[in-house]
């Protein structure tokens, strides 16, 4: 089994992009669709009919948010159920003729999921994974003004609006011997909502990513690309990223992660992430860092297998 208990976060979102919940992925650039059996639930419902490596559960706890997943792989049928908890956080000075305030846009989002997955042969194509995650999702949006001599940037729980909606992702991947490709597609119906207590609305639609991999005993790159904009929230922009992720393995027990994410719609400039890995009899501490033109973002978590 595989547990991992929070050590310390720090970070912010940006889009309503993908969303990222783990050390290990942070420090890749956010590449996760096309390996990794313990992020299934989180990434890629279809790796949870991957061969067990060397543990048949994985439960994880990452520091990014607040989120816990468990993993039970098999390729006749697994399985994962995760619980996430994330936001979407915007503020912006705005000045008019009589006042400057501080303008609030954000998504507060609670998740619960269950994933089931198996090896499939699909018309010409045989031994497919394919996974499928069923979820229910909690909204509670804000969309309000204060003055900036009483600004706070704790959002006041009076200018929320709540929402609620059931929704589904679909995976794939497929093993070539070391090479891994995936497709993702999530959030597979539509929903419009209003944005706090306002006109103002965001949209939940579909998401779909493509990630190609090479993995061998030592090493790992991955490139995961958008195939579809992603809406921002608030006074974000949209996006629409492409990642690549490499990881290699310098000594039995220690990895050195890197990573870089583009958003390919708008000015704005990439993500470089870094990490540390490192397994001990069972214990695994992973460490990530990333930066970008609105600031770093710091992850840690430590995971114990047995």
Known sequence: MCSSLLLLLSGHATAMEFPLFDA????????????????????????????????????????????????????????????????????????????????????EVFEIGFSAAQLQDILWMESILVGVTGKISLFKSYAYSEPIANASLELDSDQANNDSELNLDIG??????????????????????????????????????????????????????????????????????????????????FFLRLGYKQNMVGDTQGVASGGLGLQLWGLQLDAAASADEDGEGIYMHAAWEF
């Open 24 to 107: 290990r992925s942070a420090a890749l650039g956010g590449v996760s669709i096309a390996h990794n059996i313990s992020n299934a639930a989180f990434y890629n419902p279809a790796l949870a009919a991957l061969e067990p490596e060397n543990f048949d559960w994985y439960l994880l706890a990452p520091s990014i948010g607040e989120a816990m997943q468990l993993t039970i792989p098999s390729p006749s049928l697994g399985g994962s159920l995760y619980v996430a908890d994330y936001e979407y956080q915007t503020a912006k000075v705005t000045t008019d003729n009589t006042a400057t305030n501080l303008a609030h846009r954000s998504l």
């Open 172 to 253: 794939f991947s497929k093993e070539y011997g070391v090479w891994k490709t995936a497709l993702v597609l999530k959030n597979i119906f539509s929903q419009e909502n209003n944005l706090g207590n306002t006109s103002e609305s965001y949209s939940i639609g579909p998401q779909i990513r493509a990630g190609f991999a090479y993995q061998s005993r030592r090493s790992l790159i991955e490139f995961d690309i958008d195939l579809l904009k992603n809406q921002g929230i608030g006074f974000e922009s949209d996006s629409m990223y492409a990642a690549v992720g490499w990881e290699w393995r310098m000594f039995p027990a």
